[in-house]
C-alpha cells in the first residue's frame, strides 16, 4: 500500500510540473503534501526522490525543495536526446507490427494532421494533443520497454517545456505538413535511411523554429 501511494503522489506531482500547475521555482512543502493525501511524510519523501532523480525538483536537505526551471541546456538535452532515440523507435515500431496494423493506427493521425491544415488558424490545443498521441504511439509500440521509458520521459519534459515557454505561439503549418510527409514515407515503405532521414530533419526544423522565437522566452 505504502509503495502504490507513493507512486501516486510522485505521478500527481509531476503532472502537475508538466502542466505548469506547479510552476519553476515553486517551493514544495512535504508536510503539506502529506496532509493533502492523508499521510505520513515517509512516502511523500519518497515521491520526492524520484522527482530529483527525474529531475523535476532540487532538494536541499534541512533548507527547501523547490521545482527546477526550464533553462537552455534542459531544451538542449531533450531535443539532443530526441534526435538520437527517435528514428529509433520509429524503425522498431515498423519493423516490429504488420502492414495492416500500421496503416490502420498512421492513416489516423494523417487525418487528423490533415484536418488541421484546413484549419484558417492552428487550434494549438489540438495540434498538441494529436502531436503527443502520434510521437506517443511510436514510444509505445516499439516493443523495448527501455527505450518506451526513455521516450517517455524525453515527451514528458518536451511537454513541460512548450507548456511553460512556447505556449500562445503560433504553430507552423509546415510542422504539420512534415507530420504528414513523415507519415507518407513509413505508408509507401520507404527505407530506413530515408525515414530516418526525414526524422531527424524534422525534429531539427522544431528546434530551429523553436529557438527563433528565443528573445520571448525569460531564460
Known amino acids: ?80 536526446m530526441r534526435v538520437k532515440l527517435e528514428p529509433i523507435i520509429i524503425d522498431l515500431t515498423i519493423k516490429t507490427h504488420s502492414k495492416s496494423f500500421l496503416a490502420k493506427s498512421l492513416l489516423k493521425f494523417k487525418n487528423n494532421f490533415s484536418e488541421l491544415l484546413e484549419l484558417a488558424e492552428i487550434n494549438e490545443t489540438l495540434f498538441y494533443k494529436y502531436d503527443d498521441e502520434f510521437h506517443q504511439f511510436f514510444s509505445n509500440n516499439c ?35 512534415e507530420h504528414i510527409n513523415l507519415l507518407d514515407l513509413i505508408l509507401d515503405g520507404e527505407p530506413y535511411e530515408k525515414i530516418n532521414s526525414y526524422s531527424i530533419e524534422h525534429i531539427e526544423n522544431e528546434l530551429a523554429d523553436f529557438f527563433k522565437d528565443i528573445n520571448f522566452f525569460n531564460l
Not at 496532509?35 to 524520484?50: D, I, N, Q
Open 1 to 80: 500500500m505504502k509503495n502504490e501511494l507513493k507512486y501516486k503522489i510522485f505521478e500527481d506531482l509531476k503532472i502537475k510540473i508538466i502542466n505548469n500547475e506547479i510552476k519553476p521555482n515553486e517551493i514544495i512543502n512535504e508536510r503539506d503534501i502529506a496532509s493533502s493525501f492523508g499521510t505520513s511524510t515517509t512516502p511523500v519523501k519518497e515521491a520526492l526522490f524520484y522527482l530529483e532523480y527525474y529531475n523535476f525538483i532540487t532538494i536541499k536537505p534541512r533548507k527547501k525543495i523547490f521545482v527546477n526551471e526550464i533553462d537552455l541546456k534542459t531544451i538542449k538535452d531533450t531535443f539532443q
Open 143 to 177: 516493443g523495448n520497454q527501455f527505450f518506451t521509458n526513455q521516450m517517455n520521459l524525453v515527451y514528458e519534459n518536451l511537454t513541460r517545456i512548450r507548456k511553460i515557454l512556447h505556449h500562445g505561439i503560433p504553430k507552423r503549418k509546415e510542422n504539420i505538413e
